[in-house]
């Protein structure tokens, strides 16, 4: 079992998609735990991707294969996944209303996905009332928030202050280029990440 | 001097009598705010792209005012590429690229002709028009040969992501299907040649490329990759603007270093804007300066949006210190004035930087 666990994990890091999603078809099929394959396997391969790349080992092009293959081997996993036992939670993402940047974003819902996690991607350029509505309709257990610009980054709090009325123990987080722990702290965020990678370690660690 | 002439030097590496004074961009918000200091006959508050063709002169007759009463010493011109409107939110242009418009900055491609390999042989390329540098040709008019007129264009890296549509596309085929990065970037390339021949037709200076490589912690793509998928593109358009007797600088938000080298190598004379967040202009002067010029720095992140002028003042005058000594050294924001930006603080960089930026410097640490 240790073999095709590996290479599964091999796989992933290598962005081979049909591979992955045949070798976790082939693990399945071998009575291997979903869950096994899940987090022995396809979530430790993203983790690695992550250390490499704070190495500077590996950049965005491998996140985004890696992403892919992960994706493609979740396709053939989640099915024999238990329901309630489909990751880690479920976080609904965002770009604040006036930034149609999209790539930040894009970056931390594949690795939130890579981590386990469940991902909502409600768009760029959501205004605050759209928030609260997708948190109304998902009830998510982290809501992010993203913002490339300076001038964007204060509907930040706006959506914060928004999102808390609806519900004042939500758990926010908040990220992007401008964005720094200071402006976090300031807004009443729960979470901050310099990026995608620690934006996932972030979100597993409030969840605890 | 002239202002062209001050920049050309600074360009050369050799201090002017003052330091260039230059901008990459000014949003429409933000060209009519700073006109509201020096004139009254401005456009309505509104996107380019909705203006009439009254309204838009009347936005780069605003701009020219702006330079003029400023004695900015370069001017920056966008292609006006044609676009129609698809909906409330997004145009299309000349190569069938669907763009979003955005009211915090420029319209961005979530939409392309080509969205696999196989669709590069059937894409009808898009030739520039004359009426695309219609900007260009205005600027020079109106400002003539005193400030130096440049000219942005996206790089190859830029055009091949929006042709697709989404960077993660490119950046995902940057491992998958290298041959069709080359494909793409040399349809790019082939297209940016042509608008360096008309750019120098109608009067540029300078080409900035335009094109972020690189975010906060460092580049979108390895060294390995830059090497392999931009740098020879870079080289084939430097070279050619140099044959047409401009001068080029790369642009890119984010933390250059990795990378720093192949634009060197590349044949850039320049680089802007060394955000203040992610590269430390004192090394990059150290390391790069006998070889590039150095533009940018002024942080347009915080500092303008938030900063008193006071701030300002002093971020120039350290600024002026570390970067300006023995030339090489055009001051500008660390990227553009977008309607973030107090327009008073734009105003007292400005002064700041005419201030303490004589030549020789004399600015204490």
Known sequence: MREILEAIGKAIVEGEEEETRRLVEEALQGGVDPRKILEDAMMPAMEDIGERFSRGEA?????????????????????RLAEG?????LVVLGTVQGD??????????????????????????VKTERFVEAYREHRPDILGLSALLSSTMQRIPEVIEAVRAEDSGALIMVGGAPVTQEFADRSGADGYAPNAFEAARKAKELLG | MTGKERMLTAFDRREPDRVPVWEMAFNEESIIKLGKFYTDDLP?????????????????????????????DGITSIGLLGTEPVDDEHVKDGWGRILRVSEEGEATAVGGPISDPSDLRGLKAYHPQPTDFLMLMASVGNLGDGVAQVLVQPGPFRESWSLLGSMEKLLYHYVKNPGFVKDLAQVATDYILEVVDMAADNGADIIALDGDLAFNQTTLMSPAQYEEYVFPYHQQITAHAHRRGLLIFKHSDGNMWP???????????????VQPQCMDIGEVKRKYGDRLCILGNIDCTYLLPFGSEEEVEESVRETIRVAAPGGGYVISSSNSIHPGCKPENYIAMVRAARKYGVYPIDVEG
């Not at chain 2, 309505?44 to 330079?67: C, D, G, I, S």
């Not at chain 2, 990378?259 to 804007?273: C, K, L, R, T």
């Open chain 1, 59 to 79: 950049f965005i092009p491998e996140l985004i294969v890696a992403a892919e293959a992960m994706q493609r081997g979740m396709e053939a996993l989640k099915p």
């Open chain 1, 85 to 89: 036992e489909r990751g880690r939670g």
């Open chain 2, 44 to 72: 309505p508050m509104k996107f380019a792209q909705q203006m009439t063709m009254e309204e838009k002169v009347k936005l780069l007759n605003t701009l020219f005012t702006v330079a003029r009463e400023l004695e900015l």
């Open chain 2, 259 to 273: 990378i720093m080298d192949g634009i060197v190598d590349a044949g850039f004379d320049g680089f802007h804007p």
């Open chain 1, 100 to 125: 149609i940047h999209s790539i930040g974003k894009n970056l931390v819902r594949m690795c939130l996905e890579g981590a386990g996690f469940e991902v909502v991607d409600i768009g760029e350029d």
